[in-house]
């Protein structure tokens, strides 16, 4: 079967540094993907990985371990506007997704 | 450029009415697509999938069917809408990391 998990919230200091963690079982591995969605909004597209390691892009990093099944995003420097749902996903013939980790961000 | 339209952004309809969401890309042909609906509170759940004219495959029996009668055009259709329909509905397309439309928030009442 698929399973994707993540935790459901989060809260974190504006300026500080967040963790967010999703472990995947599925049939198949073609990747990795973590999406941002506000409130109301579509997700958008934040980071993909398919190969082992850390891809650091600006404030935003994701690491994938496929032998583990894990993949974390670390979201640097906070800010008030990355209060929104960070969505796991993972593609095997089709993208699944995890059910999201709501972030809040307080001053 | 490449876009994804979706229309309309939300949508209160009545049980047991008629569904017609509408999506087509630009700049892409023959592009794999996607519908998507959150509930409230809850993960993205893949609905349908299409990768050609004609070609549908649905992930969950439902009361909802899709069809793609264009290259660039997916349709998600109901005959008779219940209240568990009400959700949000994301047309997505494979390119680069899964682009999604702007999404219908559809409420039946």
Known sequence: GQNID?????????????????????SGFNGLFWYQQHAGEAPTFLSYNVLDGLEEKGRFSSFLSRSKGYSYLLLKELQMKDSASYLCAVLSDKLIFGTGTRLQVFP | SQTIHQWPATLVQPVGSPLSLECTVEGTSNPNLYW????AGRGLQLLFYSVGIGQISSEVPQNLSASRPQ???????????????????????????????SGTRLTVV
């Open chain 1, 6 to 26: 993540q935790p459901t919230e989060m809260t974190a200091t504006e300026g500080a540094i967040v963790q967010i963690n999703c472990t995947y079982q599925t």
């Open chain 2, 71 to 101: 290259d660039r055009q997916f349709i998600l259709s109901s005959k008779k809408l219940l209240l568990s329909d009400s959700g949000f509905y994301l047309c997505a397309w494979d390119t680069t990391g899964y682009t999604f439309g």
């Open chain 2, 36 to 39: 998507y609906r959150q509930a």
